[in-house]
């Protein structure tokens, strides 16, 4: 008649554990990223000549740290590649903050501290806005930033790609955030195109 089948657990224990994680990973959606901006300090404010005419016209730049909160509420680790998020004001691009490279742990928050950069002489291109921002205290900021990284499952790793838009109202005298929205779209990347 037929073959026996010697009974093991240590196969039925492998078995079992390798459809719970194909379970797992095929029913968990990918959710994305969720971003924060908690806080924005002031560095220093940088006093730049630029030639126009030949003539010398000082300008205010001025460096920030912008502290982004960060939840990865997904069950694998990520990792991303550096970029930058573009900071815009009334329309047009005042500065950007540098994104280094990293990761961050399953279901976790970080706190990441961002160098950035706002060009006074851009600034000074919409100043009857900016003086009645300062005067009602809200100045509203657009920020963009698309990264680029990739998932940790033992040998699979998929890439993936989130676009983030925010809309930011801050106080521009103290730098207090008073409102802000953020949207974040996530694209899983198939064989590795995004």
């Known amino acids: 008649?037929?073959?026996?089948?010697?009974?093991?657990?240590?196969?039925?224990l492998v078995?079992?554990?390798?459809?719970?994680?194909?379970?797992?990973?095929?029913?968990?959606?990918?959710k994305p990223p969720s971003f924060r901006l908690v806080s924005l300090t002031a560095l220093r404010f940088n006093l730049n000549g630029s030639n126009l005419n030949d003539e010398k016209f000082p300008r205010l730049d001025a460096d920030l740290i912008l502290n982004v909160h960060v939840t990865n509420p997904n069950?694998?680790?990520v990792s991303y590649s550096a970029t930058s998020l573009s900071i815009?004001?009334?329309?047009?691009?005042?500065?950007?903050?540098q994104v280094p490279a990293g990761s961050q742990q399953p279901k976790s928050?970080?706190?990441?501290r961002l160098p950035a950069r706002l060009s006074g002489a851009e600034l000074a291109q919409h100043a009857k806005?900016?003086?009645?921002?300062?005067?009602?205290?809200?100045m509203t900021i657009n920020a963009d930033v698309e990264i680029c990284g990739w998932a940790k499952a033992f040998v699979w790793g998929?890439?993936?790609?989130?676009?983030?838009?925010?809309?930011?109202?801050v106080d521009p005298l103290l730098l207090d955030v008073v409102d802000q929205e953020n949207e974040s779209r996530l694209q899983i990347c198939v064989k590795g195109k995004c």
């Open 1 to 12: 008649m037929g073959k026996k089948v010697k009974w093991s657990w240590t196969s039925a």
């Open 15 to 30: 078995g079992a554990t390798a459809a719970t994680l194909a379970t797992t990973l095929i029913s968990a959606k990918p």
């Open 75 to 77: 069950i694998l680790p």
């Open 88 to 97: 815009y004001y009334d329309g047009s691009l005042l500065g950007s903050a």
């Open 109 to 112: 928050c970080e706190l990441l």
């Open 129 to 138: 806005r900016f003086i009645g921002d300062v005067a009602k205290r809200e």
């Open 158 to 169: 998929p890439k993936f790609k989130v676009h983030v838009d925010s809309r930011i109202v």
